[in-house]
């Protein structure tokens, strides 16, 4: 149904950023399961501002991008900064059954949460079989 890119550099990117810095954009945390005739994802997002997220699909790619700015205000003597701010961004590959055109995405407790529904020629359907009285001639 659907790939998802996978970055070998993840986890040294995290390492990075926490010695030198932000690095590269974060990455975002996500589950993806499929429910029905939806494949649902959820991405993890605490402390963002719904406005600065950005969904966009091209050809059948949909990426994710979502800001989080330092709470703190400017001059102020930071004393622990673990919470990652900065750019975050998911690039998910989507197969050709899934509907692009009508993604629904909506945002609540820190969750991004995408339903996109799996197109109408991907879904099984039950083919009615013509009863018959005999083997039928074909013309030709």
Known sequence: MMLMRTDPFREFDRFAQQVFGSARPAAMHMDAYRSG?????????????????????ERNVLN?????????PEGA???????????????????DTLDTERIEASYDAGVLTLRIPVTEKA??????IAGGSGPKQLKS
């Open 37 to 57: 005739d939806d494949f649902i994802v959820h991405f993890d997002l605490p402390g963002i501002d719904p406005e600065s997220i950005d969904l966009d699909v």
């Open 64 to 72: 994710v991008r979502a800001e989080r700015r330092n709470p703190a």
């Open 123 to 128: 879904k099984p359907r039950r083919i009615q």
């Open 77 to 95: 003597e930071l004393i622990v900064s673990e919470r990652p701010s900065g750019s975050f961004s998911r690039q998910l590959f989507l197969g």
